[in-house]
């Protein structure tokens, strides 16, 4: 068990530039999440997985935003053309199978830390 | 709309002392409440999960316990070291696969 893996964990980049994130959750866990959380603030959800399927969207995710998790195993997160408001550290976290509307333990990786200047 | 609210913000103690930290939430209607520890730079640590129909849960030094009824829930850790330096986040699954953070309290364990 190697844990949640995120890639890459820094970013600098400038405005109106698009960025990928990329997150490979432990092996046996089908369902994936991403979050973003700015300085002194608590993550905030932004979309989950089961296996390939999203089945969950949050407002803050704009049509700037992409998620994929095409075979279901790693995931990817694309900003497009990005904004300051994008900076953030960008977390992914996975769970093993549980209740269909309750999570079970998450398990976070180490954040893709985004800088748009 | 359900709010977390983690107060205080910060906390400093000395070593071997034992503390709580606190976690209120609005909307009693939840499927659990999350205990995460997060080091500066880094992700989050779970530490414990309480069940909705659970009153706590213990892991080593770390007790947490829920009161769904009234919106609270603590963290006790008993015999602070420096090594418990670190911000402490909660969070209330509120369904839908969503969990619901609160701001964090950031605690230092003085030497």
């Known amino acids: 068990d190697t844990g949640v893996s995120q890639d890459p964990r820094h970013k600098i980049t400038k405005r109106g530039q698009n960025v990928t994130f990329r997150c490979d959750p432990i092996s046996e866990h089908n369902r994936l999440y991403w979050y973003r959380q700015t300085l002194g603030q608590g993550p905030e959800f932004l979309t989950y997985f089961q296996n390939e399927a999203q089945l969950e969207k949050s407002r803050l995710l704009s049509d700037r935003f992409s998620a994929e998790r095409p075979k279901g195993s790693f995931s990817t997160l694309e900003i497009q053309r990005t904004e300051q408001g994008d900076s953030a550290m960008y977390l992914c976290?996975?769970?093993?199978?549980?209740?269909?509307?309750?999570?079970?333990?998450?398990?976070f990786g180490e954040g893709s830390r985004l800088t748009v200047l | 709309k359900q709010e977390v609210t983690q107060i205080p913000a910060a906390l400093s103690v000395p070593e071997g002392e034992n503390l709580v930290l606190n976690c209120s939430f609005t909307?009693?209607?939840?499927?659990?409440l999350q205990w995460f520890r997060q080091d500066p730079g880094k992700g989050l640590t779970s530490l414990l999960l309480i069940q909705s129909s659970q009153r706590e849960q213990t892991s080593g030094r770390l007790n947490a316990s829920l009161d769904k009824s009234s919106g609270r829930s603590t963290l006790y850790i008993a015999a602070s070291q420096p090594g418990d330096s670190a911000t402490y986040l909660c969070a209330v699954n509120v369904g839908a696969q969503k969990l619901v953070f609160g701001q964090g309290t950031r605690l230092t364990i003085n030497p």
């Open positions: 976290a996975s769970s093993s199978p549980g209740l269909v509307r309750a999570t079970g333990e998450l398990f």
């Open positions: 909307d009693s209607a939840i499927y659990n």
